[in-house]
């Protein structure tokens, strides 16, 4: 018979950055592709994931072209009157 054995996932082994806020607290952060964090969050999104609500005030820094690519898109995709 064999035991199961379970594992503590610790997250990437990337190394991350410290940064230091005018607060004074520190963060970590890691810079990683947009390729890999949408799959994850679409998925996270379509299952209603609780663990997103942990999140939902949390601010992300995306460049200036994105960031008008984002506005764009959702002026045009609201439905026509």
């Not at 969050?41 to 379509?46: G, P, T």
Request: glycine share 2%; hydrophobic share 40%; proline share 5%.
């Amino acid at each position: 018979m064999r035991s199961n054995h379970l594992r503590v996932y610790y997250g990437p082994l990337e190394e991350s950055t410290t940064v230091h806020v005018a607060d004074g607290k520190i963060r970590d952060t890691v810079n990683v592709p947009l390729t890999e964090v949408l799959p994850l969050l679409a998925d996270a999104v379509r299952s209603d994931r609780t663990w997103l609500r942990d999140f939902a005030d949390d601010e992300v820094n995306i460049s200036m072209d994105l960031y008008e690519v984002l506005l764009a898109y959702q002026h045009y995709r609201r439905p026509s009157a």
